[in-house]
């Protein structure tokens, strides 16, 4: 009978344990994982390439460990969604900002560089240059750096809405990666919410990229010719025609200087024929 309790018991405990390990963080995410078709491991070392990782600011001056890994793609770019434990120096008993980001990686093309974070975040600072976009709203809230012109590109009435209604994003492009994050751990519960809302970032970019790829030299050159240009071109033609050989008109011409000299030399031959036959008729 004793046995039989304790047998009860530990049937009882090993449900509770497994009940409590389904309700983890790492139990849902993986259900949520394969309920969308994603590949998904408990920890990983990077959640891109090397080379996307060195070009990336969030990556470079910070130390990561990433847990609970979502893999997936989409037409133009792979894609990974992760927990990541920030470590923002290598002391010892430094505790770790756990966040959720996002990051993509285009399968061709590149993004023009952009670093997006608000004021007061660690991860604000950078080495390119710092940007006003002359919006209240956003640069009270986020410092914005961009290296080249086409950054600007990037602002997108979209991406400068988000920047204006929300003050806690983290947003930084470089060649062909992206990563995004909120400042936050994202609840199980709430990560497809965040996960379409990175997606809706991506997917801004994505359009821009493939309409700037599509703008060919062509497109952006002047179709209507000025006044002048059709002046040069005409004198470009009448001097070509000068200088072009006109070897069939040559020709003809030669053919008609020789036809003219052979009946002058025959008129010619004619007349001295005839003089002499009427000098010899006329009496002596």
Same mark, same amino acid.
């Given at each position: 009978?004793?046995?039989?309790y304790?047998?009860?018991?530990?049937?009882?405990?090993?449900?509770?344990?497994?009940?409590?390990?389904?309700?983890?963080?790492?139990?849902?995410?993986?259900?949520?994982?394969?309920?969308n078709?994603?590949?998904?491991?408990?920890?990983?070392?990077?959640?891109t390439?090397?080379?996307?990782?060195? @070009?990336?600011?969030?990556?470079?001056?910070?130390?990561?460990?990433?847990?609970?890994?979502?893999?997936?793609?989409?037409?133009?770019?792979?894609?990974?969604?992760?927990?990541?434990?920030?470590?923002?120096?290598?002391? %010892?008993?430094?505790?770790?900002?756990?966040?959720?980001?996002?990051?993509a990686?285009?399968?061709?093309?590149?993004?023009?560089?952009?670093?997006?974070?608000?004021?007061?975040?660690?991860?604000?600072?950078?080495? !390119?240059?710092?940007?006003?976009?002359?919006?209240?709203?956003?640069?009270?809230r986020? @410092?914005?750096h961009?290296?080249?012109?086409?950054?600007?590109?990037?602002?997108? %009435?979209?991406?400068?809405?988000?920047?204006?209604?929300?003050?806690?994003?983290?947003?930084?492009?470089?060649?062909?990666?992206?990563?995004?994050?909120?400042?936050?751990?994202?609840?199980?519960?709430?990560?497809?919410?965040?996960?379409?809302?990175?997606?809706?970032?991506?997917s801004?970019?994505?359009?821009?990229?493939?309409?700037?790829?599509?703008?060919? %030299?062509?497109?952006?050159?002047?179709?209507?010719?000025?006044?002048?240009?059709?002046?040069?071109?005409?004198?470009?033609?009448?001097?070509?025609?000068?200088?072009?050989?006109?070897? %069939?008109?040559?020709?003809?011409?030669? @053919?008609?200087?020789?036809?003219?000299?052979f009946?002058?030399?025959?008129?010619?031959?004619?007349?001295?024929?005839?003089?002499?036959?009427?000098?010899? @008729?006329?009496? !002596?």
């Amino acid at each position: 009978m004793n046995m039989g309790y304790i047998l009860l018991i530990c049937i009882a405990a090993g449900a509770a344990a497994l009940a409590a390990a389904s309700r983890t963080r790492h139990a849902k995410l993986a259900r949520l994982a394969r309920l969308n078709g994603c590949a998904f491991v408990k920890e990983k070392e990077t959640v891109t390439t090397p080379l996307s990782a060195g @070009r990336l600011e969030f990556f470079t001056l910070f130390f990561h460990h990433f847990q609970n890994v979502f893999t997936y793609s989409d037409h133009m770019a792979y894609i990974r969604v992760a927990d990541d434990n920030l470590y923002m120096d290598d002391k %010892p008993k430094t505790k770790p900002q756990c966040i959720t980001i996002f990051t993509a990686e285009l399968r061709e093309g590149q993004f023009p560089a952009l670093k997006a974070a608000p004021l007061d975040s660690q991860l604000a600072p950078s080495q !390119h240059t710092l940007m006003k976009t002359n919006i209240p709203a956003v640069d009270s809230r986020y @410092r914005i750096h961009a290296p080249t012109p086409a950054s600007g590109l990037l602002l997108t %009435p979209f991406i400068t809405g988000l920047l204006k209604t929300k003050n806690n994003l983290y947003l930084e492009l470089n060649d062909n990666a992206l990563v995004y994050h909120e400042n936050t751990l994202i609840a199980p519960e709430d990560m497809e919410t965040f996960r379409f809302r990175a997606m809706q970032i991506l997917s801004e970019f994505e359009n821009l990229i493939t309409k700037l790829d599509e703008q060919k %030299p062509s497109d952006t050159a002047t179709l209507t010719p000025t006044p002048q240009d059709d002046a040069e071109k005409r004198a470009q033609a009448m001097l070509k025609a000068l200088c072009t050989p006109q070897t %069939p008109a040559k020709t003809a011409s030669g @053919r008609h200087g020789a036809l003219w000299i052979f009946i002058m030399l025959a008129v010619l031959a004619g007349m001295t024929i005839l003089s002499w036959l009427m000098l010899n @008729r006329m009496p !002596h």
